[in-house]
């Protein structure tokens, strides 16, 4: 299975800031997801990082807010723009071998926005 | 939106006992996934059901899918320390994107 190392593991940041997190997979994969995660719930789909085109963003997420970038197989980021506290939360890349197969997570992004 | 609504939401049983979780939906899933989550972490797959009444068993966890494909348990036996954390079920429908469900946080007091 994939092996998924996904950077900083915690922040803390200003409001008004910007965190960009990286996620690095050791093999190549064709489709890679960034979620959210409010603390001690479900996950919930931000966008589907696409390579070589733009993201797909799901309902109430927008690029402007989280814009995302996959330059290849192996590496994609997700930015959290102008931050609130309302986006304290753990953001988690994912990806998946196969169209419906099981997904594997990095160890996701604990940010806290004061 | 296919809602997964898991129940219970928190669970907190003594070491020893047994428990089930629940995972419903009014919507058929192609194949439904059980993760667990650990704190620090990300979720990990424990187990994928595939067909309607097929039931897992991993260790002392028990899965089961329900016959309609629209609801499936789990079913912990003599539980652990270790198997406290988050589980997470989750259903596929094809090739389209997997719906999480709400969660059940699970402790177990040694």
């Given at each position: 299975s994939a092996v998924i190392?996904?950077?900083p593991s915690r922040d803390i940041c200003q409001r008004g800031t910007s965190l960009t997190i990286q996620c690095q997979v050791d093999?190549?994969?064709t489709m890679m997801f960034w979620y959210r995660q409010q603390p001690g719930q479900s996950l919930t789909l931000i966008a589907t990082a696409n390579q070589g085109s733009e993201a797909t963003y799901e309902s109430g997420f927008v690029i402007d807010k989280f814009p995302i970038s996959r330059p290849n197989l192996t590496f994609?980021?997700?930015t959290v723009s102008n931050m609130s506290p309302e986006d304290s939360s753990i953001y988690l890349c994912s990806v998946e071998g196969d169209p419906g197969s099981p997904l594997h997570f990095g160890n996701g992004t604990r940010l806290t926005v004061t | 939106t296919q809602l997964l609504e898991q129940s219970p939401q928190f669970l907190s049983i003594q070491?020893?006992?047994n428990l089930t979780v629940y995972c419903n939906s009014?919507?058929?899933f192609s194949?439904?996934?059980w993760y667990r989550q650990?704190?620090?972490e990300g979720p990990v797959l424990l187990v994928t059901v595939v067909t309607g009444g097929e039931v897992k068993k991993l260790k002392r966890l028990t899965f089961q899918f329900g016959d309609a494909r629209k609801d499936s348990s789990l079913h912990i036996t003599a539980a652990q320390p270790g198997d406290t954390g988050l589980y997470l079920c989750a259903g596929a429908q094809g090739n389209e994107k997997l719906t999480f469900g709400t969660g059940?946080?699970?402790t177990i007091i040694p």
């Open positions: 190392s996904q950077k093999s190549q994969v994609s980021t997700l | 070491e020893g006992e009014s919507s058929v194949s439904l996934q650990e704190p620090g059940t946080r699970l």
